[in-house]
């Protein structure tokens, strides 16, 4: 595809050659001739000096004699080329033979059914969605159109899924929330599970991922919301839309976090919420230790070091030479306009950043 059609597609500014030709993306360190890179960060710039790219996406403000695609968000840009360049081949529609498929599903046009998936008793798939092998959906589920459930997940009974849901491996959707009664000589009883899981539109779920079912009620996971692998979300949670959890984030049951939240390993409070930043915290504000506190307060980073400094107990004695680590660190942002779109570490690696990490 020549740049200057890719331009167009991405809706971005074009600074010199139009006519060069690329056929696929690459880090910034590994292109050669016809490949795109970008750098979604000044700091990385100085890497467009010696790279064998043949067009970078970037920033307006870098400069570069290398044909550009200009862009305010060059990630997000590089994000649509890696789409337009290196399509997806789309999953054949039909239902593989040793699928199980009720007789009482319902599969939308286009659905693919891959092999030894089970569909359940009144099941509804949307058309075009994807199901990959061994991917069990119980009775009752709902799955929206243009879903991909890769193979191993499991979806339990009468949950709901948007359109344009992505589940990776072996994420479990709607098991039996942790909800136990003790009687009075200290036995513990079920108390049984009877509400559901919901997922609502673009929302994408991580490998390993637990979403359990409310006990009463629903399990809400809102909009455009992603999830790492290895996340547990408990029972009567609500997640808001165009929020992001990090990997190994554990969120405890009935507790509510709202809108474009960034969140790795929340700390457990009784119905703990976060909305407009951590409760107690300013809105965008960065914190550490559990439970939570602003970073400019004991805890903070050495910049000499790149060291915690060591809090003090509560008798003013330095905690030296006690190695246990405190318990959790939290990054919480509230929907202001830096904070919808958290500024992301840099990396190498492309020139691009990373995500949270846990």
């Known amino acids: 595809m020549i740049l200057r059609e890719l331009a167009d597609r991405l809706g971005c500014a074009l600074r010199g050659d139009g006519a060069v030709e690329v056929d696929r993306v690459a880090p910034i360190d590994a292109a050669g001739p016809g490949s795109l890179t970008f750098v979604a960060s000044a700091k990385w710039a100085v890497r467009l000096r010696t790279t064998q790219a043949s067009a970078v996406i970037v920033h307006p403000s870098i400069a570069t004699p290398l044909p550009s695609l200009l862009s305010d968000n060059p990630y997000l840009a590089f994000a649509g080329a890696v789409v337009l360049l290196h399509p997806k081949a789309a999953a054949p529609p039909g239902v593989h033979p040793s699928a199980v498929v009720h ?20 099941t509804r798939i949307g058309a075009r969605s994807v199901v990959h092998p061994h991917v069990v959906l119980h009775e ?35 098991a039996d ?53 290895l996340v547990q979300i408990g029972h009567s949670v609500t997640v808001g839309r165009d929020t992001v959890l990090a990997g190994q984030v554990g969120v405890a049951g009935s507790s509510t976090i709202g809108d474009r939240v960034t969140l790795a390993r929340l700390p457990r409070h009784p119905e703990p919420r976060v909305a407009e930043g951590q409760r107690g915290l300013p809105p965008a504000a960065r914190a550490a230790a559990s439970p939570a506190r602003p970073r400019e307060a004991p805890g903070r980073r050495s910049a000499r070091r790149g060291m915690t400094s060591r809090p003090r107990t509560r008798s003013g004695n330095s905690t030296k030479g006690n190695r246990r680590g405190r318990v959790g660190d939290v990054w919480a942002s509230a929907p202001s306009a830096s904070a919808c779109h958290p500024a992301p570490r840099s990396s190498p ?7 949270p990490s846990a």
Do not use: W
């Open 349 to 355: 690696a492309g020139g691009g950043p990373a995500g």
């Open 140 to 174: 009752d589920v709902q799955v929206g159109e243009d879903c991909v459930l890769h193979s191993g997940v499991q979806v339990r009974e009468a949950c709901r899924l948007g359109d344009r849901v992505v589940v990776q491996n072996g994420a479990v959707i709607g």
């Open 103 to 122: 007789p009482t599903a319902a599969l939308g046009e286009g659905v693919h059914i891959a092999a030894l998936a089970v569909v359940g008793a009144r």
């Open 177 to 229: 929330g942790f909800g136990f009664a003790k009687d009075a000589e200290g036995r513990y009883h079920k108390i049984p599970q009877m509400g559901t899981v919901v997922i609502e539109d673009d929302v994408e779920v991580g490998a390993l991922t637990a979403i359990d079912r409310a006990a009463l009620g629903e399990t809400r996971i809102g909009r455009g919301t992603k999830l790492d692998n």
